[in-house]
C-alpha cells in the first residue's frame, strides 16, 4: 500500500552535516504522521525524530539542537537535516510512516560519521 524510499546518506566527518529525505508513495489520502528511526551496530532501532499530521515535532534527546526534521505534503516527503554530527549517530536511518493501523517503514540508508 505504501513504499517509502530513503536517500541522502553517506560518509561523513565528525562535526559535519548530512540531509536525508524520504518519499512516500501508494495509498495516501491525508498527511500522516512520518518520522524517522536508526539503529546502530548492537543496538536497538531508536527514535530519532517524528513529525505529526499537523507539524507538531519530537526528538530525541541525543540529537534536540542538532537534527531537524520536516516534511513536504505536496510531495509527501519528509527530510532530516542533521548537523553537527558525532560518531555516535552512525547507523542505518529508516523513514517511518504511519497510517493507521499500520506502520511502514523504508529500506534504511546508511550514515557513517568517522571520529
Known amino acids: 500500500q505504501v513504499q517509502l524510499v530513503e536517500s541522502g546518506g553517506g560518509l561523513v566527518q565528525a562535526g559535519g552535516s548530512l540531509r536525508l529525505s524520504c518519499a512516500a508513495s501508494?495509498?495516501?489520502?491525508?498527511?500522516?504522521?512520518m518520522g524517522w528511526y536508526r539503529q546502530a551496530p548492537g543496538k536497538e532501532r531508536e527514535l530519532v525524530a517524528l513529525?505529526?499530521?499537523?507539524?507538531?515535532?519530537n526528538y530525541a534527546d541525543s540529537v534536540k539542537g542538532r537534527f531537524t526534521i520536516s516534511r513536504d505534503n505536496a510531495k509527501m516527503t519528509v527530510s532530516l537535516q542533521m548537523n553537527s554530527l558525532k560518531f555516535e549517530d552512525t547507523a542505518v536511518y529508516y523513514c517511518?510512516?504511519?497510517?493507521?493501523?499500520?506502520?511502514?517503514w523504508g529500506q534504511g540508508t546508511q550514515v557513517t560519521v568517522s571520529s
Open positions: 513529525i505529526s499530521s499537523s507539524d507538531s515535532t
Open positions: 501508494g495509498i495516501i489520502f491525508s498527511v500522516p504522521q
Open positions: 517511518y510512516l504511519r497510517k493507521w493501523p499500520y506502520d511502514y
